[in-house]
Nanobody, 126 residues
């Protein structure tokens, strides 16, 4: 059973930075596709960044070069480094992972992932 646990959320002002972590147990991130999603109450969950098991990364357009997704094999942890945060980035951020299916990569598709963390709140004030 794979378990994911996020940490690192918090409250910052516009222009601030945060680093989110997602610690995995039960399976290695290296052999899974993984991603970060965010959700605002009342809205659908949206993909933020994804990393393929082979290391390819992809970002949502709204990231605009401000976020970086990475993973640490030794710590079996996924990261999302966020800089130049804006109030529009306020949301609950969740990590997700899974083996994928059919040889295709859909980094921003919720159903592409089998395992999810509980989420961590990020609040950006103006």
């Amino acid at each position: 059973q794979v378990q994911l646990a996020e940490s690192g959320g918090g409250s910052v002002q516009t222009g601030g930075s945060l680093r989110l972590s997602c610690a995995a147990s039960g399976h290695s991130f290296n052999s899974y596709n993984a991603g970060w999603f965010r959700q605002v109450p009342g809205e659908e969950r949206e993909g933020v960044a994804g990393i393929h098991s082979d290391g390819y990364v992809r970002y949502a357009d709204f990231v605009k070069g401000r976020f970086t997704i990475s993973r640490d094999s030794a710590k079996n942890t996924l990261y999302l480094e966020m800089t130049n945060l804006e109030p529009e980035d306020t949301a609950i951020y969740s990590c997700a992972a899974g083996p994928g299916y059919g040889g295709r990569w859909w980094p921003f598709l919720v159903s592409f992932y089998d395992y999810w963390g509980q989420g961590t709140q990020v609040t950006v004030s103006s």
